[in-house]
DNA sequence: TGCCTATATGAACAGTTGTTCAGATACGGT
DNA sequence: ACCGTATCTGAACAACTGTTCATATAGGCA
């Protein structure tokens, strides 16, 4: 078992990962950077909710922001969420495919 | 980005994933099966709380039960969940090794 | 300077979550 | 049948979280 500081990190990682709308901003960024308003509209939140939840992300230095002109571009920074999305969206895709689609054709 | 279905359900799995009792219990039940008392001692959590904490998990299939006379062990039972838990303990593993011991010489 | 746009922030609020405490259920041993 | 032990459950409660609304900051442009 991994000592309580690194348990506590893991779970907060992991609750960061656990809100619907922070999590499609997070798949968004996986993509590459974004400004906000394009974040708020790919992932379906309000503008503040955004900034809001940026905000967050940005206090566990999850994102990076570079600023130009009255803009800011976010980007994920983080390699380890990186990769639990990597691992996740993977999953998804694959249990879709076994569940719903068994033959593998999905379109 | 995978439909808002999908979406909320990965939102649910990092949601049980974000409770750092919770996250014990499923750190502890990687290594096999266990009894309520040992998972509660292990996780440093009531027997009480434990037994919330796997009702939970239960109802989201993360964790299955096999009943011998008054003992209940837990199982893991969720790939997905695994395969995270795995993931997330190998990076924090090997961050620890860059970060705080540079050398690779852990102990 | 004044206006418009992009982003950030604070307060308030509703909804959710994990814990504890008390008590219930159920099995095994005697 | 009785007792002790293992697990489960419900109610109550405090703490936390995400959203909205209103407002603030700040850059670009006329």
Request: proline fraction near 3%; aromatic fraction near 2%.
């Amino acid at each position: 078992m991994p000592d309580e500081r690194e348990v506590a990190d893991l779970a907060d990682v992991f609750g960061l990962l656990s809100d619907p709308g922070r999590l499609r901003l997070m798949v968004v960024l996986l993509d590459g950077e974004r400004r906000v308003a394009d974040l708020a509209a790919a992932a379906g939140l309000s503008e503040s909710a955004t900034s809001h939840a940026l905000r967050i992300l940005r206090a566990h230095r999850v994102v990076s922001v570079r600023r130009a002109g009255r803009m800011a571009y976010y980007a994920l920074a983080d390699a380890h969420v990186r990769l639990l999305l990597d691992v996740a969206l993977a999953h998804v895709a694959h249990s879709e495919m076994i569940h719903d689609h068994p033959d593998g054709r999905v379109g």
